[in-house]
């Protein structure tokens, strides 16, 4: 698992800095508050420092990106790539991402019809799709984990150990695979977690787990 350097060297950055706002063509760049754009409109990069990120809907940005904030993706929304760290990522029906969506300690939820295009991953969260679909597949370390209904993963799955700093919960992730979702490529499993089924769904190669139908 990559350990998020975007998000980290822009945490860095904003606070050797003076508080900007579209310090570059379309940029949006907050300290201390929450980085908005409006329904409809178009932006270059939004970020912030201890503040949420805020994507309207139908509104289009690149990258959006946000430390001790969340961010949330309105519906019909597109970026390239979203990033937190200490807060969750939200994307709402019909969104799209075209990159990664990363997290750490921070839950992920793709509402209906969100596409996202690469990863999905964080270290400490749960991690939702609701009749969503990631092509470039999900991993964690601690989190849990819900393929709903109808959604699609390609890419596979991976619940990686818990190592250097970040000790992990105790508690073995829960996996659960729902009725008609298909997740393409090997389940793969670093630590003990509880794998549940759907007899509906459709699997890779499991490594590491026992599935238990439902």
Avoid: C
């Amino acid at each position: 698992m990559r350990r998020f350097p975007t998000v980290l060297i822009l945490a860095a950055l904003a606070l050797a800095l003076p508080l900007l706002a579209g310090a570059r063509d379309g940029d949006i760049d907050k300290i201390n508050g929450a980085a908005r754009v409006a329904a409809g409109q178009q932006a270059g990069d939004v970020s912030s420092v201890n503040g949420a990120v805020y994507i309207g809907d139908g509104a289009t940005v690149r990258e959006a990106s946000t430390v001790n904030g969340a961010v949330e993706l309105g519906d019909k929304a597109q970026a390239t790539a979203l990033e937190t760290v200490n807060g969750s990522v939200s994307l709402g029906a019909g969104s799209r991402v075209s990159g990664d969506v990363e997290a750490v300690n921070g839950a992920i939820h793709l509402a209906p019809g969100a596409d996202v295009g690469g990863k999905l991953e964080n270290v400490n969260g749960s991690i939702a799709l609701d009749g969503a679909h990631v092509a470039g597949g999900i991993e964690t370390v601690a989190g849990d984990i819900t393929v709903g209904a109808n959604s699609r993963v390609e890419g596979g799955i991976v619940v990686d150990k818990p190592h250097g700093w970040f000790s992990g919960s105790q508690r073995p992730p829960v996996v659960v695979i729902g009725p008609h979702a298909v997740v393409r490529g090997t389940l793969e499993f670093r630590r003990e977690v509880v794998l549940k089924v759907s007899d509906s769904a459709q699997i890779g190669p499991v490594k590491g787990a026992t599935a238990v139908r439902f």
